[in-house]
């Protein structure tokens, strides 16, 4: 019924409804799926050294918060995965996972270590600029190489905060999750006379946009109904595997739903909160850390027995990552150097990359204010990871004509890597 | 966060404001939105009055009592409840306002502080401080027990670790001290005001202080876990052995730290800023956010700078009439105060619930950073929520519109459907009907047969329907 009533409002547009039908979508188009891991993810706890000569400096930093060196799950001779990944193992062996290591936004970012600004830095890909306005790298791919503004069914948001990385001049819609069953207008009224004279002065409010005013826009109920039509085919569809009842679960289960009924959406964004870990940490963040590789796990599961693989990319992110020494309150404070994962069919699984050795970093720690960390350097830049996979996975020959675009005043020259076919 | 909604545009009046125009204007700003019983009464007392009125709320009352402060197992929705009501019914709006507001400056959740009674407490500290200096709000937050649990403040321990050294300190409340509470990531001159060493300095000089884990949760200083060493923090010494004096040592460098700008300082530029983007612009300009910063003073007085505001031209010019985009909470307020509903209505909480879905949640901020402002309530999903709120509210069980219809001056009882209309669209939209609709929501709507201009106003139903097709105007959404 509710649905009823917003189709009903919808045909006064119906011209626009006729060029977004779900449809549209081509099976083979290529498919990004960003998972944030908002806070700051401590990536020394999340993949750890384990050689005899990093693993001792890094207990040493951290006598309170280091995995046990027998816990820790080797990926090679140097390096291991936290014990809650193990479910990510299996797909390090198979070729489809890469570990990037000592990555980072560049040190001349004004107020490093803000989780905002850097944040910001990371879902603009402009790096001299450096506002909350300023529209998102995503944003301006969709723009300016899949026609964002013209489909709707382009983008998928996991939460109800619409992330930097997606925001634009441009109005192009979103379906957010909580949103499945929220798409109708209902005004009341107990006899349907009333309820049509209601809906008759309501479809003109809804129709007026006077130039001062931009709220309501009539694009919004063409693309909700678009958006709630896309809804009801994923709806119909049933995972594969079991996800993970958990927040990320939920969100990748809807994700992996939207892919297997095909309406056509290319982006899609989710978010992990919380680990932003100051104090506490050992409480916290191995449950955040299970989380997030039990829900990757079951989604690419899904995506393989689906036949998908190839056709996905999935990109984790963070802010920052954390200090190398711990602090009083049993957490980490703002770091340098990050990770991030990428899963993926066409990805060549392995590690790249490198943390800054930490038997250079254990000496300088109660050197105030924290050189352990002012020394550790972020050697792989964030922009190379997306110059990658734009290139790689999602077909855009020109890499860097983008990326000028994205920092018209300083640009800076990309380079993609080589951890994808 | 940005979004990839349409930046809001003024909904400027296209003339000079009326009289009228500017106690509507007043009542949308001072108060969580216009009450038909206020409404008369701004005409009666005059503007100047109510604004000195709303700035001495110990002349104004408050139905609402406080909560005992000897029971420490509140929940989460009962104080919610309590403030909500309190927000709604005192006759001391803009102290309610200002609270909500510092509430969202000093953004807290208790997701983090798990203590319901304690973020009662910040409440009532908040309350106590709204209105007076900025620097005994700052001192007070910085002891805050809800704020030390929640920034971390409590696990800075920062004192000898026995062993030739000192353990390292918690840098997280320092940190949003200074990005958030008091100066901002960025100067004036977009110059960085403050570096890493200074927040790590900072930590040294805030920690020591800890909070009794058992009620009444006392606040203490522990000189053990303080660093007593000497910190430099933003250029000026703080000489080591002061113990918790440190805190105000850390307050007058704060406040005493100058912008770009001569005889402003650092912190009058932020807060005066936050003050003006939550009652007058969201983009001010400069030139504009100093001319107010020079009623801050070396304490922040709060006071000053607000009736600054509401004195000043930008505050009442149409460009920024209805300027700003109401909050949920603002929505949910200004609809309950529109429509004078009970508020103990059966299931009211589950209001406060729909607040939640939206990214509205008293006492549980998500982060430090507070909620989103402007049009970024104005996602898609967000707007169909709105309208199914305001839909609710007016079609609420046992709501009985014709009370407020009774309270509505007219002139021609044989057919008050005319006037009544012309005073609800006041009441609402600033007497301005969307150009789209014009007189539809009148003739189409209000007086559609079978009923007329003489039995309209007697049929709730209709009446009902009018006030959901005014609550569903995007200008109600705007103040």
């Known amino acids: ?135 998102g790298w995503l944003a301006q791919y969709l723009t300016n190489y899949l026609g964002g503004s013209n489909n709707p069914l382009l983008v998928f948001e ?33 006899t349907p006379e009333d309820q049509q004279l209601r809906s008759t002065v309501f479809n003109r409010i809804l129709g007026y946009a006077p130039r001062s005013l931009t709220l309501y826009p009539t694009q919004w109920l063409r693309y909700g109904n678009t958006i709630s039509d896309s809804f009801d085919l994923a709806a119909q569809t049933e995972p594969t595997v079991a996800y993970p009842a958990s927040d990320l679960g939920r969100q990748l289960e809807s994700v992996g739903r939207l892919i297997q009924a095909n309406t056509g959406q290319r982006i899609f964004w989710c978010e992990l909160a919380d680990f932003d870990t100051h104090a506490d940490q050992n409480n916290n963040h191995p449950g955040l850390l ?68 930490l038997n250079w970093l254990v000496g300088l720690r109660y050197t105030p204010p924290f050189y352990d960390n002012l020394a550790t350097t972020a050697g792989m830049e964030f922009y190379n990871i997306y110059a990658t996979i734009l290139q790689k996975h999602m077909g855009l020959v020109n890499v860097q004509s983008f990326f000028n675009m994205l920092n018209p005043t300083k640009p800076y020259t990309v380079t993609p890597l080589d951890f994808m076919v | 966060m940005s979004t990839q909604t349409l930046s809001p545009k003024p909904l400027a009046a296209t003339t000079a404001l009326t009289s009228d125009q500017l106690n509507q204007h007043f009542l949308n700003r001072l108060t969580f939105g216009i009450s038909i019983n206020e409404y008369k009464a701004i005409a009666q007392k005059g503007r100047d009055r109510f604004i000195e009125e709303q700035l001495t709320p110990s002349v104004l009352t408050d139905p609402v ?82 704020m030390l649990i929640w920034l971390h403040g409590q696990d800075n321990n920062a004192g000898y670790n026995g062993a030739g050294g000192y353990y390292a300190p918690n840098e997280n409340f320092s940190r ?170 059966p299931d009211h909480e589950r209001y406060l619930d729909r607040l939640a879905i939206q990214g509205q949640e008293l006492f549980n901020h998500l982060s430090v950073f507070g909620w989103q402002a402007g049009s970024k309530w104005y996602s898609f999903p967000d707007v169909i929520e709105r309208l199914n709120l305001t839909r609710d509210l007016c079609t609420e069980p046992g709501y009985a519109p014709l009370d407020l219809v009774a309270q509505v001056p007219v002139t021609i009882p044989s057919a008050p459907a005319g006037e009544v209309y012309q005073y609800l669209l006041k009441l609402t939209l600033q007497g301005m009907a969307p150009s789209s609709v014009g007189s539809m929501l009148y003739n189409d709507y209000f007086i559609a047969a079978p009923l007329s201009k003489s039995t309209a106003t007697k049929d709730p139903e209709r009446v009902r329907g009018l006030l959901t097709l005014l609550t569903a105007c995007p200008e109600f959404s705007q103040y």
Request: glycine share 8%; hydrophobic share 40%.
């Open chain 1, 1 to 135: 019924m509710q649905r009823r009533q917003l189709l009903q409002f919808a045909s006064l547009f119906s011209l626009s409804l006729a060029l977004n039908s779900p449809a549209r979508a081509n099976t083979e188009d290529p498919i990004l799926v960003m998972v944030y891991l908002k806070g700051g993810n401590d990536a020394l706890n999340t993949v750890t050294p384990i050689d005899n000569v990093q693993y001792p400096a890094y207990q040493t930093m951290r006598p309170n918060l280091a995995w046990p060196l027998a816990d820790l799950i080797p990926l090679n001779s140097t390096l291991g995965l936290a014990p809650p990944l193990e479910p990510l193992l299996k797909h390090f062996d198979a070729g489809q996972l890469a570990v990037l290591l000592g990555t980072g936004v560049p040190r001349t970012t004004p107020s490093l270590f803000a989780h905002n600004d850097q944040r910001t830095v990371w879902e603009t890909g402009n790096v001299t600029s450096i506002t909350p306005t300023q529209k």
């Open chain 1, 158 to 190: 996991g939460t109800a905060e619409i992330p930097q990385l997606l925001s634009s001049d441009t109005l192009y819609p979103t379906g957010a999750m909580r949103t499945l069953d929220q798409y109708g207008i209902d005004l009341g009224g107990l």
């Open chain 1, 290 to 357: 299970a989380d997030l590789a039990g829900s990757l796990d079951a989604f690419w599961t899904d995506m393989g027995n689906l036949g998908l693989h190839n056709r996905v990319v999935v990109v984790t992110y963070s802010e920052f990552g954390r200090r190398p020494s711990e602090n009083s309150a049993l957490g980490t404070d703002h770091g340098m150097a990050g990770m991030n994962f990428v899963l993926g069919g066409k990805v060549k699984g392995g590690v790249y990359g490198s943390y800054t050795p």
């Open chain 2, 65 to 146: 009592a406080d909560l005992p402060l000897d029971r420490y197992d509140y929940s989460l929705q009962e104080i919610q409840s309590w403030w909500i009501e309190k927000m709604y019914k005192s006759e001391r709006q803009l102290l309610e306002k200002m609270t909500l507001f510092w509430h969202n400056f000093f953004a807290t959740g208790n997701h983090r502080v798990k203590n319901p009674y304690l973020m009662y407490v910040q409440n009532q500290t908040i309350r106590t401080n709204a209105l007076y200096t900025f620097r005994n709000m700052l001192t007070s937050m910085s002891i805050d027990p809800a």
């Open chain 2, 176 to 345: 949003e001290v200074l990005q958030r509470f008091s100066m901002g990531a960025k100067s004036i001159a977009g110059k960085t005001v403050y570096s890493e060493v200074d927040i790590h300095e900072g930590a040294r000089a805030w920690s020591g202080w800890v909070v009794n884990p058992e009620p009444p949760y006392a606040v203490t200083f522990d000189p053990y876990r303080h660093d007593g060493r000497d910190k430099l923090v933003l250029g000026t010494l703080i000489p080591g052995g002061a113990g918790q004096v440190d805190v105000q040592s850390m307050i007058n460098i704060i406040m005493a730290y100058p912008s770009a700008v001569p005889g402003i300082t650092q912190c009058a530029y932020w807060v005066c800023r936050r003050l003006i983007q939550a009652f007058v612009t969201g983009n001010p300009v400069d030139s504009y956010v100093n001319t107010i910063a020079q009623s801050f003073g070396p304490d922040g007085d709060i006071k000053a700078v607000l009736r600054a505001i509401f004195a000043s031209t930008e505050f009442q010019i149409t460009t920024n009439f209805r300027c700003l985009t109401k909050a949920p909470v603002d929505l949910y307020l200004s609809s309950l105060r529109l429509l004078e509903l009970d508020f103990h209505t």
